[in-house]
C-alpha cells in the first residue's frame, strides 16, 4: 500500500494565508475603526465581539467535525464564510449595528477553523510530527509578512483600505484550503466519551487554567489598543508594523528551540518564568511609551509571553488529558482564552479615556504578576512521562 505523500506547501501555505489575515487584522483594524470616528469604549465593546466567539466556536466547529469526519470540508466552510463577511464589510454601511454583525460571522469562523486545521495537519503528519514545526513557521512568517508590508503600504495610501486587503487575504486562504485533501486516516469520534472533571481536578491542571485565564486577561489591553496607544505617541504605521513584526520575530524564534528550554527547566519554573517576564512587559509598555528601544525589548519578551507559554500548555494538555478528550480540552483552553480576552478588551476600553493607557498597562502588569505569585504559591505534581504526545512533539 502507498503512502499518501504529505502536502507539505500546501499546508504551509494555509497556515501563511490564515496567519496573513490576522496580521492585518490585529494590528490595523482599531485603527480602521478609529479612522471611522469610534471612541475607545465603542472599540472596546467591538474588540469584546472578536474574542468571545472563541468561547463556543471551536466547541461547536469541533463538533461537526469529528461527526462528520471531514474536518477539511468544515474548514473550507469557515474560510469561505469569513470572505463573505469582509466583502459584506465593503458593501454595507460601517455602522455600529452592521459592524457588531459582521464582527461576530468573522471572528466565529476564524476562530472555529484553526483548531480543526490543527488536526488536519497532524492527522497528515501522522508519525512525522517533528516536522509539524517547520509546517507551523510559516503562519508565523505570513502574520510578519502582513503586519509589516501593511504597515508600509498604509503609510503611503490611506487606512481605509484595509477592508479591501483583508477580502484579498481571505480568498487567498479559501482558495489554498481548495487544494488540500481531507487526511488518509483520521481517529473514530465516540458516542460517549469519558469526563473531563476529574483531570481538572488535578492540581497541575487546575492551576495552569487558574493563571492561563489571568495572563490572557492582561494581554487584553495589547491586543485590543496597543497599536492606538503606539498612534497616541507618534508613531507611524510603519513603525507600529515594526513593532508587531518583532512579537511575531521572537514568537518565531522561541518556537524552534522552546523544546530544549523545556528539557532543561521544569514545567512549574517556566511558567513562573513566562508570567514574571509578562507583567516586566506590561509595566515596560507603560512607563516607557516614547522610547522606541524599550517598546522593542518589551515586544521580544513575547517569546515567553505567548511562544513558550503556549508550548508548555500544550504539552500539558496532551499529557493529562486522553485522547478521547483532547478536543473538549482544546476547546476548553480556547474558551478561557477568549473569556479573558473579551473581558479584559471590554474593561480596558471603558476605562481607557479615565485613566489612559499607561494605568490600562500597569494593571495588566499587575494581573502577570499575580499570575505568577499564584504558581510560585502552587501545588505542583511533577509530570510523568505518558509515552503519548506532547508538545514536545511539536516543536
Same mark, same amino acid.
Given at each position: 500500500?502507498?503512502?499518501?505523500?504529505?502536502?507539505?506547501?500546501?499546508?504551509?501555505?494555509?497556515?501563511?494565508?490564515?496567519?496573513?489575515?490576522?496580521?492585518?487584522?490585529?494590528?490595523?483594524?482599531?485603527?480602521?475603526?478609529?479612522?471611522?470616528?469610534?471612541?475607545?469604549?465603542?472599540?472596546?465593546?467591538?474588540?469584546?465581539?472578536?474574542?468571545?466567539?472563541?468561547?463556543?466556536?471551536?466547541?461547536?466547529?469541533?463538533?461537526?467535525?469529528?461527526?462528520?469526519?471531514?474536518?477539511?470540508?468544515?474548514?473550507?466552510?469557515?474560510?469561505?464564510?469569513? =470572505?463573505?463577511?469582509? &466583502?459584506?464589510?465593503?458593501?454595507?454601511?460601517?455602522?455600529?449595528?452592521?459592524?457588531?454583525?459582521?464582527?461576530?460571522?468573522?471572528?466565529?469562523?476564524?476562530? !472555529?477553523? =484553526?483548531?480543526?486545521?490543527?488536526?488536519?495537519?497532524?492527522?497528515?503528519?501522522?508519525?512525522?510530527?517533528?516536522?509539524?514545526?517547520?509546517?507551523?513557521?510559516?503562519?508565523?512568517?505570513?502574520?510578519?509578512?502582513?503586519?509589516?508590508?501593511?504597515?508600509?503600504?498604509?503609510?503611503?495610501?490611506?487606512? !481605509?483600505?484595509?477592508?479591501?486587503?483583508?477580502?484579498?487575504?481571505?480568498?487567498?486562504? %479559501? &482558495?489554498?484550503?481548495?487544494?488540500?485533501?481531507?487526511?488518509?486516516?483520521?481517529?473514530?469520534?465516540?458516542?460517549?466519551?469519558?469526563?473531563?472533571?476529574?483531570?481538572?481536578?488535578?492540581?497541575?491542571?487546575?492551576?495552569?487554567?487558574?493563571?492561563?485565564?489571568?495572563?490572557?486577561?492582561?494581554?487584553?489591553?495589547?491586543?485590543?489598543?496597543?497599536?492606538?496607544?503606539?498612534?497616541?505617541?507618534?508613531?507611524?504605521?510603519?513603525? #507600529?508594523?515594526?513593532?508587531?513584526?518583532?512579537?511575531?520575530?521572537?514568537?518565531?524564534?522561541?518556537?524552534?528551540?522552546?523544546?530544549?528550554?523545556?528539557?532543561?527547566?521544569?514545567?512549574?519554573?517556566?511558567?513562573?518564568?513566562?508570567?514574571?517576564?509578562?507583567?516586566?512587559? %506590561?509595566?515596560?509598555?507603560?512607563?516607557?511609551?516614547?522610547?522606541?528601544?524599550?517598546?522593542?525589548?518589551?515586544?521580544? #519578551?513575547?517569546?515567553?509571553?505567548?511562544?513558550?507559554?503556549?508550548?508548555?500548555?500544550?504539552?500539558?494538555?496532551?499529557?493529562?488529558?486522553?485522547?478521547?478528550?483532547?478536543?473538549?480540552?482544546? !476547546?476548553?483552553?480556547?474558551?478561557?482564552?477568549?473569556?479573558?480576552?473579551?473581558?479584559?478588551?471590554?474593561?480596558?476600553?471603558?476605562?481607557?479615556?479615565?485613566?489612559?493607557?499607561?494605568?490600562?498597562?500597569?494593571?495588566?502588569?499587575?494581573?502577570? =504578576?499575580?499570575?505568577?505569585?499564584?504558581?510560585?504559591?502552587?501545588?505542583?505534581?511533577?509530570?510523568?512521562?505518558?509515552?503519548?504526545?506532547?508538545?514536545?512533539?511539536?516543536?
Amino acid at each position: 500500500m502507498t503512502t499518501p505523500v504529505v502536502p507539505a506547501p500546501r499546508l504551509a501555505g494555509f497556515y501563511f494565508g490564515y496567519f496573513a489575515l490576522m496580521g492585518a487584522f490585529m494590528p490595523y483594524w482599531n485603527l480602521y475603526l478609529e479612522h471611522l470616528g469610534f471612541e475607545k469604549a465603542i472599540i472596546g465593546v467591538l474588540a469584546s465581539i472578536t474574542v468571545i466567539t472563541r468561547i463556543v466556536a471551536p466547541s461547536i466547529w469541533g463538533y461537526l467535525a469529528d461527526r462528520s469526519g471531514q474536518r477539511m470540508r468544515w474548514v473550507r466552510i469557515g474560510t469561505l464564510a469569513q =470572505l463573505i463577511a469582509w &466583502c459584506a464589510v465593503l458593501l454595507l454601511p460601517n455602522t455600529l449595528f452592521w459592524l457588531a454583525v459582521i464582527l461576530f460571522a468573522f471572528s466565529f469562523f476564524q476562530n !472555529a477553523i =484553526l483548531a480543526q486545521f490543527e488536526a488536519v495537519t497532524l492527522f497528515w503528519l501522522g508519525d512525522a510530527r517533528d516536522r509539524y514545526g517547520i509546517i507551523r513557521l510559516w503562519g508565523s512568517v505570513g502574520f510578519i509578512a502582513a503586519v509589516f508590508g501593511l504597515g508600509w503600504w498604509f503609510e503611503l495610501t490611506s487606512i !481605509a483600505l484595509l477592508p479591501l486587503m483583508m477580502v484579498g487575504l481571505a480568498a487567498l486562504t %479559501w &482558495c489554498i484550503s481548495m487544494l488540500i485533501a481531507e487526511p488518509p486516516a483520521q481517529p473514530v469520534s465516540r458516542k460517549q466519551s469519558s469526563s473531563l472533571w476529574q483531570v481538572l481536578a488535578r492540581p497541575n491542571v487546575r492551576w495552569f487554567f487558574i493563571v492561563q485565564f489571568l495572563l490572557l486577561l492582561s494581554h487584553a489591553p495589547f491586543y485590543s489598543f496597543y497599536s492606538n496607544y503606539l498612534q497616541a505617541y507618534g508613531y507611524s504605521t510603519q513603525t #507600529i508594523g515594526l513593532l508587531w513584526s518583532v512579537g511575531v520575530l521572537a514568537e518565531v524564534l522561541m518556537f524552534t528551540q522552546s523544546h530544549r528550554l523545556m528539557a532543561w527547566g521544569s514545567e512549574r519554573f517556566l511558567l513562573f518564568a513566562c508570567l514574571a517576564l509578562t507583567a516586566l512587559r %506590561w509595566w515596560l509598555v507603560g512607563y516607557f511609551p516614547e522610547h522606541l528601544s524599550v517598546q522593542i525589548a518589551a515586544q521580544a #519578551i513575547h517569546a515567553f509571553s505567548f511562544a513558550l507559554f503556549q508550548s508548555l500548555a500544550m504539552r500539558l494538555i496532551f499529557r493529562e488529558f486522553h485522547a478521547d478528550q483532547q478536543g473538549r480540552a482544546q !476547546a476548553l483552553y480556547s474558551m478561557v482564552w477568549g473569556i479573558g480576552v473579551a473581558l479584559g478588551s471590554f474593561l480596558a476600553g471603558w476605562y481607557w479615556e479615565q485613566f489612559g493607557g499607561s494605568v490600562m498597562f500597569y494593571v495588566a502588569a499587575g494581573l502577570s =504578576l499575580l499570575a505568577a505569585l499564584l504558581m510560585g504559591l502552587s501545588v505542583w505534581n511533577t509530570p510523568q512521562s505518558k509515552g503519548s504526545q506532547t508538545a514536545t512533539d511539536l516543536t
